[in-house]
């Protein structure tokens, strides 16, 4: 169970160190805003599940209800931060951030 | 007290402290406000103190935020700069802060040492509430406990404070005429936000299970982090997301201005209602076990349990009402119209 | 065990700190707003790994689901304001007292 916990957390960890790169390294505000809505989802989806598991050292009723509520969270996550993504994407938009396009190359 | 992550939250917040006050623009200093409240509550998480970490997180991280973003939409975004005499203002600011932290570190010195176990409170009181608690109110959240029954008082007069504050509010902003004198001329850039599906979408369907997770909330408050407080900024931070997503005079045909205030009224009187029937039955203000004669098949002890209860409702309605009627007022300055 | 969470909890921190980066220096409003969001999603993770460590994960789930709907609520209000105001800097926008304000 241990073995579980722990790879869950390192991969949701390495999500989330890339959505950190991408947030950073991007040349442009839409490709950093698909780097942080998705990747950000994933990674809270990953790490949440593998904390709901480390729950189970033993199987009562408690620690179901905490599981369930753990996934709850996950459940919530899940509608609404790509709301927020598309909702700062559409402002964004509305206002008039143009995408980042490249420069033509020069004739040599 | 893991000190490790003590370290990184601290340089984390006082790096978002300095970012709000030199980001010359006032929406992103409003945002950063916020980041620097998120982690305001994880230091306080840290620390193991929850109910004021989940205070905070309500109403620092969420409601205040949102209020402050409603002023700028209301007023301008630019940071109004002096024209003369700057240096000398920053002089002055300069050593008033030094002159104030020099004052408190004074103060501190007579201070005892953190964890010292001989502190006149941790001799007398506290073990008191830890080990009578839930022999006299069989309610194990020591913190509500100490909130809500042995400090009764107090609480009653921070929910009149927050009652005086939506007066306030409304005494400065809320204006009935159409026409006014001191009327400010709109902004220049203004547009109606076309309707936007998703986000009606998404809203509608959530709100039903945030006044539910509000009222469990208030209701779990005996026996996990929560109470009245949290659950009533929760429940108004729902409504609040209507009117973002929705119109604003769609959440006024829900929650009239008339009802708002009412309900404001009443969640401070159920609470000093329930104090004064204490006194009518015949013991002192806002002690509870006097109950047990009103409340069917309770003894003194559940009597106090209930009547921590009854004036934690009284405290969620009045701040739900607050919340709104502050949100109303700031984000259409008064006049109910239109807002953000 | 609880080392291992504790060196998650500090791994977090750091990748806050990266963030912050882009929520201080981000050209536009926008970018901040987004990276506001993204330090409320990590904070909520932080919360339960903080239970985690305390093995009192039941006292803590409670305050992170009210984090993530706060986290929320902020994130669209902030960017209905842009849907009203549609301008991306602070200059050229507030009332105009006097002929040389702007």
Redesign the interface.
């Known amino acids: 169970m241990d073995i579980v916990v722990i790879m869950l957390t390192v991969i949701g960890l390495f999500s989330f160190f890339a959505t950190t790169v991408g947030l950073l390294r991007f040349p442009d505000f839409y490709s950093r805003m698909h780097a942080a809505g998705k990747g950000d989802t994933l990674a809270s989806l990953l790490m949440l599940l593998a904390l709901a598991l480390y729950n189970f050292h033993e199987v009562n009723l408690a620690n179901l209800l905490v599981a369930i509520k753990i996934l709850s969270i996950v459940v919530f996550i899940f509608m609404a931060s790509p709301t927020a993504t598309h909702a700062i994407t559409d402002a964004a938009f509305e206002s008039g951030v143009k995408p980042w396009t490249k420069e033509p190359e020069e004739e040599s | 007290m893991?000190w490790?992550?003590d370290l990184?939250?601290l340089?984390?917040i006082v790096?978002?402290a300095f970012?709000t006050i030199m980001?010359?623009?006032?929406?992103?200093a409003a945002?950063?406000f916020?980041?620097y409240s998120?982690?305001m509550?994880?230091l306080w998480?840290?620390m193991?103190a929850?109910d004021v970490?989940?205070t905070e997180?309500?109403v620092g991280?969420?409601?205040s935020?949102?209020l402050f973003?409603?002023a700028?939409?209301q007023?301008?975004?630019?940071?109004g700069v002096r024209k003369s005499g700057r240096l000398l203002s920053k002089a002055v600011a300069l050593v008033a802060t030094l002159l104030t932290g020099l004052v408190l570190l004074i103060a501190e010195a007579d201070f005892p040492d953190f964890a010292n176990p001989f502190t006149p409170a941790s001799l007398h009181l506290s073990p008191y509430y830890i080990m009578q608690t839930l022999h006299d109110t069989n309610v194990p959240n020591i913190v509500t406990s100490v909130l809500a029954d042995y400090r009764g008082f107090d609480t009653m007069f921070e929910t009149a404070v927050i009652f005086t504050a939506g007066l306030a509010v409304i005494a400065i902003l809320r204006r009935f005429k159409k026409e006014d004198r001191c009327d400010?001329?709109e902004?220049?850039?203004?547009?109606?936000?076309?309707p936007?599906t998703?986000?009606r979408f998404?809203?509608r369907?959530?709100v039903p299970f945030?006044q539910l997770?509000a009222l469990y909330?208030v209701a779990?408050g005996h026996h996990?982090?929560?109470g009245g407080f949290?659950g009533g900024v929760?429940f108004g931070?729902s409504f609040?997301?209507l009117a973002?997503?929705y119109d604003f005079k769609m959440v006024l045909g829900i929650m009239s201005e008339r009802w708002n205030i009412l309900l404001g009224n009443i969640g401070v009187l159920i609470y000093a209602g329930i104090g004064f029937l204490c006194l009518l039955l015949g013991a002192n203000f806002l002690d509870y076990s006097v109950l047990s004669k009103v409340l069917p098949a309770t003894d003194k002890i559940m009597a106090r349990s209930h009547g921590m209860l009854g004036i934690e409702i009284g405290v969620a309605i009045a701040v739900l009402a607050i919340v709104i009627s502050i949100y109303f007022n700031i984000v259409s300055r008064g006049k109910y119209d239109k807002g953000? | 065990m609880d080392s291992f969470f504790i060196a998650t909890g500090v791994a977090l921190c750091l990748l806050m700190l990266l963030t912050l980066h882009r929520t201080v220096h981000g050209p536009t409003a926008i970018d901040r707003i987004m990276g506001v969001n993204v330090i409320g999603t990590k904070t909520t993770i932080l919360l339960i790994i903080i239970g985690s460590i305390y093995h009192r994960v039941d006292m803590f789930v409670d305050i992170a689901l009210a984090y993530a709907l706060l986290n929320f609520i902020v994130t669209i209000a902030a960017s209905r304001y842009f849907h009203h105001r549609k301008n991306l800097s602070s200059r050229g926008y507030g009332y105009k007292f006097r002929a040389e304000d702007d």
Request: with cysteine.
């Open positions: 893991i490790q992550l990184s939250i340089t984390l790096i978002c970012a980001v010359k623009d006032l929406l992103s945002i950063i916020g980041a998120f982690l509550c994880l998480t840290e193991g929850v970490a989940f997180a309500s991280a969420g409601v935020t949102v973003i409603a700028v939409y007023t301008t975004r630019k940071v400010l001329p902004p220049y850039v203004i547009s109606e936000a076309h936007d998703i986000i998404i809203a369907q959530l945030i997770f909330v779990h996990s982090p929560g949290q929760i931070a609040i997301l973002i997503s953000l």
